[in-house]
Each structure stands twice: as structure tokens, then as C-alpha cells.
């Protein structure tokens, strides 16, 4: 199985990508005949280059790409020499590249807010040295949107001057994510929604769920292949998102505005929690015992280690927070293909429904009311969802959705 077969509906891109494995592969082999040399010149005239833009929306697979990209050019399989494409997901290249062991792979993701200074002046630092295997030394950035602004301008220095045999990979929704200082100097690879059929397809192929249930999941997500394979394996997901779309019908007054936006952001809290539950305890447990605690959580830790402590609580509190805010999209984002289907019946669009299991509650809405109210309220969830990334309160903006969905 070659590593392009993840990349759902994305042909183009697999073929460019491919195209660019190769010159990679044709690039390192003439370096290795040449005594090791660098490579340097050539790069300029080969569809291979040292830095690289992953944008698309939301479930595309922004992330495979860069992922599968990286283990074509770590692979090593002896088909190569006899004409066969780089990336052929069996070599030990190309399996350390995928699972995250390699030794040149650095995969950058966070669950923090942002990626700040300190970690990427930590990223150029290690993209500055030479590959340890002897062909590409690979850094796939897979949330470049979360870069702050001084770190943008540290990783600028790395992309206008990259090491020999450095490749970055940066991921991003849009280009208008990323500093335009450093998407001028990247390859630009646009990935699109895949198709529905195509993600009921993996999820049928790769995760053995029931085609009518894969099927159900990849078009009530409208194509996102991560949310799509949530929804079809994870139940509470399921309960969750049906708790969302009752929301239309519950905004009928004050009251009900109010009630339902209090809902939401406890059900985005619960989900943080969740998370906080699986995970904090253990980080906790594992710095306490490298920082030389007495066994058990009640044992005193040693002196002049309670800094250490200190920031791991902070970062805990951070990813908590930006667990409930992307929860909190989730839903947003459920709700605003509510109304996308509300408004596809009322203008009388072919186009498919992605909520055909409450088609019941769209009818009734879209007979209800008319596109331009439809319009307004799909208006009022984008601003909510700005509102969200501008930092204000979240049970704020959402009461200010809530009736605004009401008003209409």
C-alpha cells in the first residue's frame, strides 16, 4: 500500500507530490555517487524544493499529505532503482516516517492556543542539522495557523535560508493563516473537501464500519475524514451532535436562547474534562516521577521542582481551554449545516442533505421561515465563531447566537 492511498480524493495532489519524491530520490542518489556531497544547486530546476504550504479546509487532509510526503522522501525500498515510485509504505522508511519513530521526521502538532518562540527557534535549531540517515531532514509543521507572530518571524529565517537537505512542511487552512513573508517562499499545494462516497469508502475499508453507518457519518460531516470517522466509531459523538441539532427548535423564546447556549458550553466543558481526565493524570504522574517524587500522588516532591510542576499545570489549563473552544466549533459547525439544509429546501436545491436523519426538523424550520431569516442566522453563527477566536467570553457570544437564531 503506497503512503498516497490515505490521501482521500486527493489525486492531483499525490501526483505532484510524487513527481516531487522523485527528483527528491534522483537528488539524493546523484549526492551519494558524488561522495556525499550537499545538494544544492539542483533543487532550483527539480519539482522537489525545501519548503512547502499544505492549505484546504477543514478534514481534507492537510496533515496526511505532509505525512505521506515525508515518508516518500525517507523511502528506501529497492524498487526505486528499477524505476518504482518513492513512497511505497512497506520500507522501514517509510513505516518510521508514518508511525512517528524516524530519526529525520519531526512532526509538530499542538494542542495549545499557539505555537510560540521558544519551541520554534527549537525547530530551527534541529533543522539545521544533517539527516541522520543521509537523505532528508523533514520538519511537518501541521498547525502553521497557530504560529504567534514572533514565531513566524524566527521560522522566516529558516525558510530564507534552509540547510541542505532540509525540507519544512507547514500546514494551514488558508494562506491567509500563514505570514506572507513565509508563503511567498513555499510551494503552494491546495488539498479540497473530499467526496462524501470517497470517505464512506476508507471508513468502510479502513476501520471495518458498516457501509450504511460510514456512509451516514461521511455525509452528515460533509466530507471531514477525521470527524466523519469519529462520528461513525465514537457513541457519545453521536449523542452529542444529535443534542445540537434539537437546538433550532428549542430557540422559540428567551428562555430557551438562554438554556441552550448555558448546554453547549457545559457539553464543550464536559469534553475538555474528558480529555483532562485521560491525559492529565498521567503527564502528572510520569513528571512526578521524573522529577524523583515519592511514589503516589500524595509524596512530597523534591526541593526546587515546583516550577517544573507549575508550568505543567499551566499547559494543562491551556489545552483544556482550547479542548472546550474546539468542541464549541464542533457544534457550530453541526448547527450551521442545519441551516445550510434549511436553506437548500426552501431555494429547492438538488444539492444532497447532510442531516437527512432529522430531515423532520429541517422541513419544519425551512416551512417556518424564509432564506433571507435562514440567511441572517447562518450570519450569526460565523460571528459567533469570530467572536470565539477574538477571545470573548464563550457563554457571551453564544447567548448573543442563541438569539439571534431566534430573531431571525
Given at each position: ?18 513527481a516531487a ?6 537528488l539524493?542518489?546523484?549526492?551519494g ?5 550537499p ?21 481534507s ?9 515525508a ?39 499542538t ?6 518562540v521558544?519551541?520554534t ?13 543521509g537523505r ?17 518571524n ?5 525558510v530564507e ?14 494562506l491567509e ?9 513555499c ?27 460510514a456512509a ?18 465514537d ?6 451532535r444529535?443534542?445540537?441539532?434539537k ?10 436562547c ?9 457539553a464543550a ?13 498521567k503527564?502528572?504522574?510520569e ?18 521542582t ?41 431555494l ?19 416551512s417556518?421561515?424564509k ?12 460571528a ?9 467570553a ?9 438569539m ?5
Amino acid at each position: 500500500m503506497a503512503v498516497w492511498d490515505d490521501l482521500v480524493g486527493q489525486d492531483r495532489v499525490a501526483a505532484q507530490l510524487s513527481a516531487a519524491a522523485r527528483d527528491a530520490d534522483a537528488l539524493v542518489t546523484a549526492a551519494g555517487e558524488a561522495a556525499d556531497g550537499p545538494v544544492e544547486e539542483p533543487m532550483a530546476s527539480s519539482k522537489m524544493t525545501h519548503a512547502w504550504l499544505f492549505t484546504g479546509p477543514p478534514g481534507s487532509g492537510r496533515a496526511t499529505a505532509a505525512r505521506a510526503f515525508a515518508a516518500a522522501l525517507q523511502c528506501v525500498s529497492p524498487d526505486r532503482a528499477l524505476g518504482g515510485a518513492p513512497g511505497c509504505g512497506f520500507c522501514e522508511g517509510c513505516h518510521t516516517a508514518l508511525v512517528g519513530t524516524h530519526a529525520d521526521v519531526e512532526v509538530v502538532r499542538t494542542d495549545m492556543l499557539t505555537i510560540g518562540v521558544k519551541e520554534t527557534r527549537e525547530l530551527v535549531r534541529r533543522a539545521q542539522l544533517s539527516p541522520a540517515g543521509g537523505r532528508w531532514q523533514v520538519i511537518v509543521m501541521e498547525d502553521a495557523d497557530r504560529l504567534t507572530e514572533g514565531a513566524g518571524n524566527v521560522l522566516l529565517k529558516a525558510v530564507e535560508e534552509p540547510a541542505p537537505r532540509t525540507v519544512w512542511l507547514l500546514c494551514a487552512p488558508s494562506l491567509e493563516d500563514v505570514l506572507p513573508t513565509i508563503r511567498s517562499r513555499c510551494r503552494l499545494l491546495t488539498l479540497r473537501t473530499p467526496p462524501v462516497d470517497a470517505v464512506a469508502d476508507i471508513l468502510v475499508r479502513r476501520d471495518g464500519i458498516e457501509p450504511e453507518l460510514a456512509a451516514s457519518a461521511a455525509r452528515a460531516t460533509q466530507g471531514h475524514i477525521g470527524r466523519a470517522r469519529r462520528l461513525a466509531t465514537d457513541e457519545r459523538a453521536r449523542a452529542r451532535r444529535a443534542a445540537v441539532l434539537k437546538l433550532p427548535l428549542r430557540v422559540d423564546d428567551v428562555g430557551g436562547c438562554l438554556k441552550a447556549a448555558q448546554e453547549l458550553i457545559d457539553a464543550a466543558a464536559e469534553d475538555a474534562k474528558q480529555v483532562a481526565e485521560e491525559i492529565d493524570a498521567k503527564e502528572t504522574e510520569e513528571l512526578r516521577a521524573a522529577l524523583g517524587a515519592a511514589a503516589g500522588t500524595g509524596g512530597r516532591l523534591p526541593r526546587g521542582t515546583a516550577g517544573a510542576m507549575k508550568d505543567l499545570q499551566d499547559r494543562q489549563k491551556r489545552r483544556a481551554t482550547r479542548t472546550q473552544r474546539d468542541s464549541l466549533d464542533l457544534a457550530l459547525t453541526d448547527l450551521t449545516a442545519f441551516y445550510r439544509d434549511v436553506l437548500a429546501l426552501q431555494l429547492g436545491s438538488q444539492v444532497a442533505l447532510a442531516n437527512t436523519d432529522v430531515r423532520d426538523a429541517l422541513e419544519r424550520i425551512a416551512s417556518g421561515s424564509k432564506p433571507e431569516r435562514t440567511l441572517r442566522r447562518i450570519e450569526a453563527i460565523t460571528a459567533c465563531r469570530q467572536a470565539l477566536d477574538s477571545n470573548v467570553a464563550p457563554l457571551l457570544a453564544v447567548e448573543a447566537m442563541t438569539m439571534a437564531l431566534r430573531a431571525g
